[in-house]
């Protein structure tokens, strides 16, 4: 059954943390101080995780749903969204990422027909930015290569 905002605001804590479920495997985690997390549960390579979607009231229900939904379609596409997020977090601003280093890397190949670069470039963003495109590059081993 799906949750609504009378329902939630209705949440009050008890003891231990519980949850509010709602459809599509996302939930409200109330806490005992009163806080309320927007969680969604998904497997990922045959791994359950928990990704979160936000904090209630700064994250409406429509908000989180928006998240989920969002989430899913990564999940769908074979990417972990938790993966992807930490990513996007964890870039320093004066590091060079592996899409900077490549995309220097193409534009230094000028005598390469623009057609030609145009295609690699579409086939980086489709197949491998959204992987290791955010990781810092002196980071990046060849072993995480290997896992995707």
Known sequence: MALTDAKIRAAKPEAKPYKISDT?????????????????????LGKEKTLALGVYPEVSLSEA?????????????GIDPCEQKRAKRAVPEAAETFETVAIQ???SKKK??????????R????????????RDITTLKTPDLLVL
């Open 112 to 121: 390469d027909q623009e057609s030609h670069r145009n295609r690699i470039l």
């Open 105 to 107: 890397w193409l534009n």
């Open 65 to 77: 749903r928006n998240k989920r939904d969002n989430a899913r379609k990564l999940i769908a596409e």
């Open 24 to 44: 599509g495997n996302m939930f409200l985690l109330v806490h005992p101080n009163g806080s309320r997390y927007w969680r969604l549960r998904y497997r990922h």
């Open 123 to 134: 086939s980086l963003e489709m197949h491998v930015f959204p992987f290791i495109g955010l």
